[in-house]
């Protein structure tokens, strides 16, 4: 069976050449084809001599996740649906979205196929948790779409890990794939361009704050206390406010590291004015900013917020010294909340189109 490299660190490539009898620095042009110069063809590896290309093909394969639909939106922003495994695992659809905007794009991708960490307002939990996906699955989503956008794209991306699945539980997978996509030698992003976005996994959160290399984080708060939040969001049960805000409080935040609380604002659920204070309050002493998402209805029971509540919210926690952003979801018309596409593609779909 030949040797899946996309995913493998350039100290992995560098053993794995050294397995086939050649030097350090094949592996190193290896990771730069692969990685900076996104050649997933081993004959399109100019850089090394034609018999070690012919040697990898033989020995090695490179499987970047396949393109099965695409849904360009109004917008601008493209969502993808990806088909992995096959040969190299349990095959199973993903997605990703590409979002250009001037001077630069962001690429939101998934770390997990399905999800089992169960939001209530999220369509992905619908399909539970099909499997994890591999470091190679995961860099592969970035590397493919920026392949496939070539021809317009900005000098900077920003990479989200906010598709399908909780990338804190995949955490080893997932961090080989930030790593990689960090690397100045590989896909060279910068660290504050790169953010995780997590439901609240407490163990999770220590873990990243031990590592030396890493992303930056985003919670998924989504509201004020435990009871809604247990009622929103069942991890909160196991992991439930306090834990999760001491988690950010011992957080070694590097100068000029902030946290990001994502908050979709669901009308009539957390968006009153007292939830707005009590977020304030929750989050005072973090370094952190707000992301409001305003929720967009679609397939679940749940309510848009009106203009005015959105206003009053941010402007609550503004005034309590709380940098607060609106961000409304791209790619709306092709269903952009999480999960969605992949719900529309299952033989089954579930509530999502009903
Ligand atoms: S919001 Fe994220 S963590 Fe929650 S169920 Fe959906 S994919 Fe999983």
């Given at each position: 069976?030949?040797?899946e490299?996309l995913?493998k660190?350039?100290?992995?490539?560098?053993?794995?050449?050294?397995?086939l009898?050649?030097?350090?620095?094949?592996?190193?042009?290896?990771?730069?084809a692969?990685?900076a110069?996104?050649?997933?063809?081993?004959?399109?590896?100019t850089n090394?001599p034609a018999?070690f290309?012919?040697?990898?093909?033989?020995?090695a394969?490179?499987t970047?996740?396949?393109?099965?639909?695409?849904?360009?939106?109004?917008?601008g922003?493209i969502r993808?649906?990806?088909?992995?495994?096959?040969?190299?695992?349990?095959?199973?659809?993903i997605?990703?979205?590409?979002?250009?905007?001037e001077?630069?794009?962001?690429?939101?991708?998934?770390?997990?196929?399905g999800?089992?960490v169960?939001?209530?307002?999220?369509?992905?939990?619908?399909?539970?948790?099909?499997?994890?996906l591999?470091?190679?699955?995961?860099?592969?989503?970035?590397l493919v779409?920026?392949?496939?956008?070539?021809g317009q794209l900005e000098?900077q991306?920003?990479?989200?890990?906010?598709?399908?699945?909780?990338p804190l539980?995949?955490y080893?997978?997932?961090?080989?794939?930030v790593?990689?996509?960090?690397?100045?030698?590989?896909?060279?992003l910068?660290?504050?361009?790169?953010?995780?976005s997590?439901?609240g996994?407490?163990?999770?959160?220590?873990?990243l704050?031990r590592?030396?290399?890493?992303?930056s984080?985003a919670?998924s708060?989504?509201?004020?206390?435990?009871?809604?939040?247990?009622?929103l969001?069942?991890?909160?049960?196991k992991?439930?406010?306090?834990?999760?805000?001491d988690?950010?409080?011992?957080?070694?935040?590097?100068?000029?590291?902030?946290?990001?609380?994502?908050?979709v604002?669901l009308?009539?659920?957390n968006?009153?004015?007292?939830?707005?204070?009590?977020?304030?309050?929750?989050?005072?002493?973090?370094r952190?900013?707000?992301?409001?998402?305003?929720?967009?209805p679609?397939?679940l029971p749940?309510?848009a917020?009106?203009?005015?509540?959105?206003e009053?919210?941010?402007?609550?926690?503004?005034e309590k010294?709380v940098?607060?952003?609106?961000?409304?979801?791209?790619?709306?018309d092709?269903?952009?909340?999480?999960?969605?596409?992949?719900?529309m593609?299952?033989p089954?779909?579930?509530v999502?189109?009903?």
């Open positions: 069976m030949p040797v490299l995913g660190s350039a100290e992995e490539l560098r053993e794995f050449v050294a397995t009898g050649e030097r350090p620095f094949r592996g190193a042009q290896l990771h730069h692969l990685y110069e996104r050649r997933f063809d081993f004959a399109a590896m090394m018999a290309r012919e040697r990898l093909a033989r020995e394969c490179i970047p996740p396949r393109i099965a639909r695409r849904f360009p939106s109004v917008d922003s993808y649906l990806f088909s992995i495994g096959g040969e190299q695992g349990k095959p199973a659809q997605e990703a979205v590409f979002m250009p905007r001077g630069r794009q962001t690429i939101c991708i998934s770390t997990q196929a999800c089992a169960d939001c209530h307002f999220c369509l992905t939990a619908q399909l539970g948790l099909i499997r994890n591999t470091a190679g699955e995961i860099v592969g989503q970035v779409l920026l392949e496939e956008n070539r000098p991306t920003n990479v989200v890990l906010m598709g399908q699945g909780e539980l995949n080893d997978a997932t961090m080989a794939a790593r990689i996509l960090l690397d100045p030698k590989g896909v060279a910068a660290p504050r361009h790169v953010t995780l997590t439901s996994i407490v163990p999770g959160i220590e873990r704050g590592e030396k290399i890493r992303p984080l919670i708060l989504n509201a004020s206390n435990d009871e809604q939040r247990n009622a969001m069942p991890i909160n049960r992991y439930p406010l306090d834990a999760l805000l988690a950010c409080r011992n957080y070694p935040l590097r100068p000029r590291e902030y946290f990001t609380f994502e908050y604002l009308g009539g659920v968006d009153t004015p007292e939830d707005a204070r009590r977020v304030a309050r929750l989050i005072a002493h973090i952190a900013k707000v992301n409001l998402i305003p929720w967009n679609g397939n749940y309510r917020p009106t203009p005015e509540s959105i009053a919210f941010q402007r609550i926690l503004m010294k940098p607060t952003f609106i961000r409304y979801s791209r790619g709306q092709v269903f952009a909340a999480c999960g969605q596409l992949a719900l593609e299952t089954n779909p579930l999502a189109i009903q």
